[in-house]
């Protein structure tokens, strides 16, 4: 429950910061008196300062307070209902009209993202619990694997239990892991047990948590010994697998990373951008940082439609939706910067394959800072 409501409080702090940094004045309510301005002192010549740009009427209700959360959180105003459909279906009309002045009609690209990003990260929150999905024998593989894991387990059971050393406990713990086998074979999630390694003639008891996701499986192999981590320095791979103890909460400092450095994919994406209009004097770095940034809040709109669309059960439709990002770069592209269709094609492609490397950067650099922390 802690994931769902920080992933709602961060929906909110995105919708607010979206909302200070589009308002433009529509839903201050003025009273139609010329006064003073409460900021800097200049006489009103209508509801804003023409000096410093404040509002003339300053609210000072507890009503007003809850208006502006709401509003911030449902950003839906005229201006949403432009960008989002454009942002779609021509992104490349839009970049273009942002970039050469359209600018009161869209929601700006910097506060898009954030926004984006915040909306991707509650998502996920939301959905997370079907990305631990548990490893219940499905194919005839797997159930030969469960079967011989309970033929491992019985046997080291009925050796253990003849050897006059083996404490009660330990007697105990290997029916358990022989129980736990069994449900294992038969479909059924496993419990809380301890179970026995036997390494060097030395016992070890080793705790297994409950459920049989993937991270429970990289703990349990971890505190085997079975995760070899050398980098060739050995307080990172001591990090690495002190954070292996416990997956989850280490996947929750990257996530929590990935949230709070979103922006660094901007300058990550640029150099590429630029050296593929570098003769192109009238093409600014500028043009390049919204194009990036307007590109951005389409793969993570797309990435939140996955999302919805797996934990609704709907993922035939995924692999679809991922064929849609080259289509999205080409004809951003050929829109933003007035392309032929072979210009937009071959930087298309170039950006397309490039973006994967940036990702995947990204991802390296989050988990190191993550992994750190």
Same mark, same amino acid.
């Given at each position: 429950?802690?994931?769902?409501?920080?992933?709602?409080?961060?929906?909110?702090?995105?919708?607010?910061?979206?909302?200070?940094?589009?308002? &433009? /004045?529509? $839903?201050?309510?003025? &009273?139609?008196?010329?006064? =003073?301005?409460? $900021?800097?002192?200049?006489?009103?010549?209508?509801?804003?300062?023409?000096?410093?740009?404040?509002?003339?009427?300053?609210?000072?209700?507890?009503?007003?307070?809850?208006?502006?959360?709401?509003?911030?959180?449902?950003?839906?105003?005229?201006?949403?209902?432009?960008?989002?459909?454009?942002?779609?279906? $021509?992104?490349?009309?839009?970049?273009?009209?942002?970039?050469?002045?359209?600018?009161? !009609?869209?929601?700006?690209?910097?506060?898009?993202?954030?926004?984006?990003?915040?909306?991707?990260?509650?998502?996920?929150?939301?959905?997370?619990?079907?990305?631990?999905?548990?490893?219940?024998?499905?194919?005839?593989?797997? !159930?030969?694997?469960?079967?011989?894991?309970?033929?491992?387990?019985?046997?080291?059971?009925? +050796?253990?239990?003849?050897?006059?050393?083996?404490?009660?406990?330990?007697?105990?713990?290997?029916?358990?892991? *022989?129980?736990?086998?069994?449900?294992?074979?038969?479909?059924?999630?496993?419990?809380?047990?301890?179970?026995?390694?036997?390494?060097?003639?030395?016992?070890?008891?080793?705790?297994?948590?409950? /459920?049989? /996701?993937?991270?429970?499986?990289?703990?349990?192999? $971890?505190?085997?010994?079975?995760?070899?981590?050398?980098?060739?320095?050995?307080?990172?791979?001591? !990090?690495?697998?002190?954070?292996?103890? &416990?997956?989850?909460?280490?996947?929750?400092?990257?996530?929590?990373?990935?949230?709070?450095?979103?922006?660094?994919?901007?300058?990550? +994406?640029?150099?590429?951008?630029?050296?593929?209009?570098?003769?192109?004097?009238?093409?600014?770095?500028?043009?390049?940082?919204?194009?990036?940034?307007?590109?951005?809040?389409?793969?993570?709109?797309?990435?939140?439609?996955?999302?919805?669309?797996? =934990? *609704?059960?709907? +993922?035939?439709? *995924?692999?679809?939706?991922?064929?849609?990002?080259?289509?999205?770069?080409?004809?951003?592209?050929?829109?933003?910067? !007035?392309?032929?269709?072979?210009?937009?094609?071959?930087?298309?492609?170039?950006?397309?394959?490039?973006?994967?490397? *940036?990702?995947?950067?990204?991802?390296?650099?989050?988990?190191?800072?993550?992994?750190? &922390?």
């Amino acid at each position: 429950m802690g994931g769902e409501v920080e992933a709602i409080g961060a929906l909110a702090t995105g919708g607010l910061v979206a909302h200070v940094m589009t308002r &433009d /004045g529509r $839903n201050v309510h003025d &009273d139609g008196e010329l006064h =003073a301005c409460q $900021n800097c002192g200049t006489t009103l010549a209508g509801p804003f300062c023409h000096a410093c740009g404040q509002s003339g009427h300053v609210h000072r209700t507890l009503g007003h307070v809850i208006e502006e959360f709401a509003h911030g959180v449902f950003h839906v105003e005229s201006k949403g209902w432009r960008t989002l459909p454009m942002l779609i279906v $021509n992104p490349g009309r839009l970049t273009r009209e942002y970039i050469h002045g359209k600018r009161a !009609r869209h929601i700006a690209p910097l506060a898009l993202f954030l926004f984006m990003i915040f909306l991707t990260f509650f998502t996920f929150g939301m959905t997370g619990a079907q990305v631990a999905s548990p490893t219940i024998p499905t194919t005839a593989n797997d !159930r030969a694997e469960a079967a011989r894991d309970l033929h491992e387990a019985e046997q080291e059971l009925a +050796s253990e239990s003849k050897d006059p050393d083996t404490t009660a406990i330990e007697r105990a713990a290997l029916r358990q892991a *022989v129980t736990v086998a069994q449900a294992k074979l038969a479909g059924l999630p496993a419990q809380s047990v301890s179970s026995v390694q036997t390494t060097g003639g030395k016992r070890k008891m080793i705790a297994i948590g409950p /459920g049989t /996701g993937w991270m429970q499986a990289v703990k349990e192999a $971890n505190a085997r010994g079975q995760v070899k981590v050398n980098t060739g320095y050995a307080p990172f791979d001591a !990090r690495v697998h002190h954070a292996l103890e &416990d997956p989850e909460f280490a996947a929750y400092k990257v996530q929590e990373k990935a949230a709070k450095l979103s922006f660094i994919l901007v300058p990550l +994406s640029l150099p590429v951008l630029w050296l593929m209009f570098a003769r192109r004097r009238e093409v600014t770095l500028y043009d390049h940082v919204v194009f990036t940034l307007y590109s951005l809040s389409f793969m993570s709109l797309l990435v939140i439609t996955i999302m919805v669309f797996g =934990a *609704v059960g709907a +993922s035939a439709i *995924v692999p679809f939706l991922v064929l849609l990002p080259p289509v999205h770069i080409f004809a951003q592209l050929k829109g933003a910067y !007035r392309l032929t269709t072979r210009g937009a094609l071959w930087r298309a492609s170039v950006l397309s394959m490039t973006s994967l490397m *940036v990702l995947g950067l990204f991802f390296a650099l989050m988990l190191l800072i993550g992994l750190l &922390d």
